[in-house]
Structures are given as C-alpha cells and as structure tokens.
C-alpha cells in the first residue's frame, strides 16, 4: 500500500493526534557543498528528503527521494545522525493533522544523474557551501543537522 493510502487508514482510527513517521534527509557532498533547494511549500532550503513509504529500507528510501527531488544519483557514505522529537520535527497540516518526524540524514556523494533546475517540491535547486546555508532560511529542524559535522564513517 503506498504511504498517502496507510497514513489514510491510520488516520481513519486515531484521526488526528501525532503520528510518529520515518523520513530521511541526506547531506549530498562536495566538498564543502551541499545540495539543496527552496521547498515550494514553505520557502525555506532544505537538504533533500521525504518519508518512507511502507516496506521500504531506509537508504532505499534516501536514495529514492535524492533521485526524484534533485535527479542526482548518490552513493550513501554514512549515517550523519538521527533527529527527532521536540517541536522541531512536529508539523500541524492545514487540515489539523499532527506528524512527528524522526528522520535518518545521510551523508552521500552524488555519482550521477543531472541535476535539475527545479522540481515538484523543490525550487532553485543547487549546490551551496555549508557556511552559506547555515545563513540561509531554513526550517526548524535543519539547524540541529547543521551544527553536527557528521559522523566518520568507519575504515
């Protein structure tokens, strides 16, 4: 069942109180640049991500949302860290619905594809220095990720 169907039934049964969701992020690296784009929802530059559809694995879900938010192809280096909880990661939809995200960010390095101008969800898609985004409009939850250099990955 795709994610908009199970997130549908589940909210048939809890309506709208918070759900816990999956999602990812993934710092796409070169160099000190980064991918990232302006988020047509709110306007803010994020890092690519989204949530994880059901049945699928976590780096199949980063590599996935990477494609299709920036058409890179990427090569997952290692696990940047795990965020979640407090009201960073809580959204409230325009219909009343409440999600607490718990999202997996990645590091990568792209390997191919093009990178396109702009997509879907995502608006001026480029490639940004980390000193630069970190003065950049980004959402709440973005900031935690930021200030985190990442973790080595293990020899």
Do not use: Q
């Not at 890179?72 to 290692?78: A, D, G, S």
């Amino acid at each position: 069942m795709p994610r908009e169907g199970y997130i549908r039934e589940l909210r048939r049964h809890v309506g709208s109180m918070p759900l816990f969701m999956p999602s990812v992020a993934v710092f796409v690296r070169d160099g000190t640049k980064v991918v990232v784009g302006r988020h047509r929802d709110v306007e803010r530059w994020v890092i690519p991500g989204g949530a994880l559809e059901p049945g699928e694995l976590v780096a199949g879900c980063a590599v996935r949302e990477v494609r299709e938010e920036t058409g890179v192809e990427l090569h997952l280096t290692c696990i940047h860290g795990v965020y979640g909880g407090g009201p960073a990661h809580r959204v409230t939809y325009p219909n009343g619905d409440v999600v607490d995200y718990v999202v997996t960010v990645f590091d990568a390095t792209a390997v191919g594809g093009v990178l396109l101008a702009e997509t879907d969800e995502l608006t001026e898609i480029g490639w940004v220095d980390l000193d630069t985004l970190k003065h950049l409009a980004v959402p709440a939850w973005m900031p935690p990720m930021l200030d985190h250099p990442g973790w080595e990955p293990a020899s």
